[in-house]
């Protein structure tokens, strides 16, 4: 009996060892590169097949899936479960640039780590741009920023409005600061006091500094 067991116990262990050899989780190889084979492409790190990890091929980032293709097209969560990344038509993950991502139909940011920017301002070239709270770069005009009181412009490639006094889309004259968001309250220029209205940024009324200084 004793026999026995031990010849299923070896025969077991020899098992998984050919298993391990073909394909493994290859959680502790962070280089490698992609191959095609059988008509499809691959992940493999020396002679094993990637699966479920990132791989760094010395120039691009990918994802090894479950049975080693790269993910490609498609927005997903990072394993942390927390950030959004996303993996391009060649396998390639996202970095430090604006990416239409066809699966919701938008452009979207995604930072130096590959994740997506939500309800921020970023700066390409000293020109604003905003990702809204759903990763959407605003790109259709008159807009509220997702705490619902601050407004902006957007043009159609997403640049925000930022050149000081202008006019809204009903022709009301307002104030785009430098990041984008419309002025409300009471702003200056050193010599006149411009009161814009605190909903939506629109001139009120204006006067000298002067004139409301003390005598």
Known sequence: MKKTLQKIITFCAVVLGVCCMNKMDAKAFTTGNLEYMNGNYYLYSGNQKVINDFVFDGSYTYYAQADGTPMMNRLTYHPDGEHIIYF??????????????????????????????????????????????NGKMEDSGWFYFANGKDCGFADTDGTLRNNGFSYDPWGRVVFYNWNGIVARGIISDGVYLYNMDYYDGHFLDGFSIEDVLPN
């Open 88 to 133: 391009d038509e060649n396998g390639h993950e996202v970095f430090n640039k604006f990416q239409y991502c066809e699966a919701v139909g938008y452009t979207c940011y995604f930072d130096s780590q590959g994740y997506i920017y939500k309800d921020q301002i970023t700066f390409v070239d000293s020109v604003p741009y905003y990702l809204n709270a």
